[in-house]
């Protein structure tokens, strides 16, 4: 692995191969039916190796799942470490580099025009037996603002409707939501296009949002810059816009401007079904493939949901943090926090000015991530991504009557129902230790000897001599 390349190879065959070589992806060759079972399995395992099911009932084409869904797929996906990752994002939204337009895209080798049905076309799961119905869950969304002309990709559910038709959930503060709004107040449909097994970088560029990606940003240019070089992008056959030429499988058409229907529930990545609701319509006018394409999906409550924009928050998170308070060495969402909801940040205090430092350190990252909850502060001798180190941190360096404060009725997330539709308070900690205690509080240090393994045995007969006397 590489551990500092400014060109990343993010194609998604290309990551496929790796993550085959490193056994971060296995193969499911028993038939599966996507009618739940497939989203069962890959429950199952979730956080593990990715799976690609080879036999899945009624098609033809390969299924993959769990890709993202833990660090060492992510580092074997990218041929980096997390790092690197996180670097390349911010790197993405510091340095976008523009697309560069090919004639040719192996994802328009085979195009269907008429008779376009999607369930027929493609295994798309139903995946708990609650849901509304069958969703496409990793397809990149894809539009260009009929206002402001600027390309933005996003993740959005998209259930099946109909034979072309699917609903559209589609957020409110979303850029998909804007454009679309825009287009509706002009009296227009809005065409978008919709690509399944897309570049990795591109799969990030779109997991982006918040500040940092603000509406103005082109997405498919910051693709390019988390890549190090420009995404290949070719016009689309049935819309006016540009399709990343190597994905596996495009949705081309329209979301209609005067239609909606009732979308959901579906269960989301805080573990709930999330409500029905009224939703656009998206008329699907082609569907463009390669050859022998692979089929890429995401359970709403799992790993990879969440995974999906660790690296992408915690690079987003540094940017604002670093820029504002000097003492941030690095920062973690953890996992127990869905990657989103809890951060912890390290600091290290090295003058008497810096204390008090670590309390602005969790107030920005409040500001700069609304959906935070909770952050901790610690200091750079916790390790930030061992949970029983931080907790150390959490029994023998805070005390609740000083180092815990709480800011009430705060913007959140909506999913979360303990919140009043998102409103909820915010909780800090600060588990650091005063700077002029450090002493007081530094942990005994052992001498670091080599270890013989060799001479390690589990042989109970060897136990057993010294033990039975």
Same mark, same amino acid.
């Given at each position: 692995?590489?551990?500092?390349?400014?060109?990343?190879?993010?194609?998604?065959?290309?990551?496929?191969?790796?993550?085959?070589?490193?056994?971060?992806?296995?193969?499911?060759?028993?038939?599966?039916?996507?009618?739940?079972?497939?989203?069962?399995?890959?429950?199952?395992?979730?956080?593990?190796?990715?799976?690609?099911?080879?036999?899945?009932?009624?098609?033809?084409?390969?299924?993959?799942? !769990?890709? #993202?869904?833990?660090?060492? !797929?992510?580092?074997?996906?990218?041929?980096?470490?997390?790092?690197?990752?996180?670097?390349?994002?911010?790197?993405?939204?510091?340095?976008?580099?523009?697309?560069?337009?090919?004639?040719?895209?192996?994802?328009?080798?085979?195009?269907?025009?008429?008779?376009?049905?999607?369930?027929?076309?493609?295994?798309?799961?139903?995946?708990?037996?609650?849901?509304?119905?069958?969703?496409?869950?990793?397809?990149?969304?894809?539009?260009?603002?009929?206002?402001?002309?600027?390309?933005?990709?996003?993740?959005?559910?998209?259930?099946?409707?109909?034979? !072309?038709?699917?609903?559209?959930?589609?957020?409110?503060?979303?850029?998909?939501?804007?454009?679309?709004?825009?287009?509706?107040?002009?009296?227009?449909?809005?065409?978008?296009?919709?690509?399944?097994?897309?570049?990795?970088?591109?799969?990030?560029?779109?997991?982006?949002?918040?500040?940092?990606?603000?509406?103005?940003?082109?997405?498919?240019?910051?693709?390019?810059?988390?890549?190090?070089?420009?995404?290949?992008?070719?016009?689309?056959?049935?819309?006016? #816009?540009?399709?990343?030429?190597?994905?596996?499988?495009?949705?081309?058409?329209?979301?209609?401007?005067?239609?909606?229907?009732?979308?959901?529930?579906?269960?989301?990545?805080?573990?709930?079904?999330?409500?029905?609701?009224?939703?656009?319509?998206?008329?699907?006018?082609?569907?463009?493939?390669?050859?022998?394409?692979?089929?890429?999906?995401? !359970?709403?409550?799992?790993?990879?949901?969440?995974?999906?924009?660790?690296?992408?928050?915690?690079?987003?998170?540094?940017?604002?943090?670093?820029?504002?308070?000097?003492?941030?060495?690095?920062?973690?969402?953890?996992?127990?926090?869905?990657?989103?909801?809890?951060?912890?940040?390290?600091?290290?205090?090295?003058?008497?000015?810096?204390?008090?430092?670590?309390?602005?350190?969790?107030?920005?990252?409040?500001?700069?991530?609304?959906?935070?909850?909770?952050?901790?502060?610690?200091?750079?001798?916790?390790?930030?991504?061992?949970?029983?180190?931080?907790?150390?941190?959490?029994?023998?360096?805070?005390?609740?009557?000083?180092?815990?404060?709480?800011?009430?009725?705060?913007?959140?997330?909506?999913?979360?129902?303990?919140?009043?539709?998102?409103?909820?308070?915010?909780?800090?900690?600060?588990?650091?230790?005063?700077?002029?205690?450090?002493?007081?509080?530094?942990?005994?240090?052992?001498?670091?000897?080599?270890?013989?393994?060799?001479?390690?045995?589990?042989?109970?007969?060897?136990?057993?001599?010294?033990?039975?006397?």
């Amino acid at each position: 692995m590489t551990s500092n390349s400014a060109v990343l190879d993010t194609d998604f065959r290309a990551a496929l191969a790796r993550m085959a070589e490193q056994g971060r992806l296995q193969a499911y060759t028993a038939p599966v039916d996507a009618n739940l079972a497939l989203a069962g399995i890959l429950k199952q395992r979730d956080g593990g190796p990715a799976l690609l099911f080879t036999d899945v009932t009624g098609h033809d084409i390969p299924v993959v799942g !769990n890709l #993202l869904c833990c660090q060492q !797929n992510c580092e074997a996906a990218f041929g980096t470490d997390f790092r690197a990752i996180r670097d390349a994002v911010g790197r993405a939204l510091a340095a976008p580099i523009a697309p560069v337009e090919v004639d040719k895209a192996p994802a328009q080798e085979h195009v269907h025009r008429d008779g376009i049905d999607l369930q027929r076309l493609l295994p798309v799961l139903f995946h708990t037996p609650e849901d509304a119905g069958r969703f496409i869950t990793a397809g990149v969304v894809i539009v260009r603002d009929p206002e402001t002309g600027v390309y933005n990709a996003s993740y959005h559910r998209l259930q099946l409707i109909g034979a !072309n038709r699917t609903a559209v959930k589609l957020d409110y503060g979303r850029h998909l939501r804007l454009a679309f709004e825009r287009a509706k107040r002009m009296g227009v449909d809005l065409p978008v296009i919709v690509c399944i097994g897309a570049d990795l970088a591109l799969q990030y560029a779109a997991a982006t949002m918040g500040s940092q990606m603000p509406e103005g940003a082109d997405e498919i240019a910051a693709a390019g810059g988390l890549r190090g070089r420009p995404l290949r992008v070719a016009r689309a056959v049935t819309q006016d #816009l540009m399709v990343p030429a190597d994905s596996e499988i495009v949705l081309e058409g329209r979301i209609l401007a005067e239609e909606t229907i009732e979308e959901g529930p579906f269960g989301e990545f805080v573990g709930y079904l999330s409500p029905a609701g009224e939703a656009p319509i998206f008329e699907v006018t082609a569907v463009t493939h390669r050859d022998r394409p692979i089929y890429q999906v995401i !359970n709403g409550y799992s790993f990879e949901t969440t995974m999906l924009r660790k690296y992408v928050l915690e690079a987003s998170l540094l940017k604002v943090l670093q820029a504002a308070v000097p003492i941030v060495v690095d920062a973690e969402m953890t996992a127990g926090g869905l990657h989103r909801f809890h951060a912890v940040v390290q600091v290290r205090k090295s003058t008497p000015q810096h204390e008090g430092l670590q309390r602005n350190a969790i107030l920005a990252a409040f500001g700069a991530l609304k959906d935070l909850d909770l952050v901790i502060a610690v200091d750079d001798d916790i390790d930030i991504r061992n949970p029983h180190d931080v907790e150390y941190a959490l029994a023998t360096r805070m005390e609740a009557s000083r180092d815990l404060f709480i800011i009430p009725d705060a913007r959140g997330h909506e999913y979360v129902r303990i919140g009043r539709n998102g409103i909820r308070a915010k909780v800090g900690i600060d588990a650091t230790v005063p700077l002029d205690e450090q002493a007081r509080f530094r942990r005994c240090a052992f001498t670091d000897v080599a270890i013989d393994a060799a001479s390690i045995t589990s042989d109970p007969a060897v136990i057993r001599k010294y033990i039975d006397r």
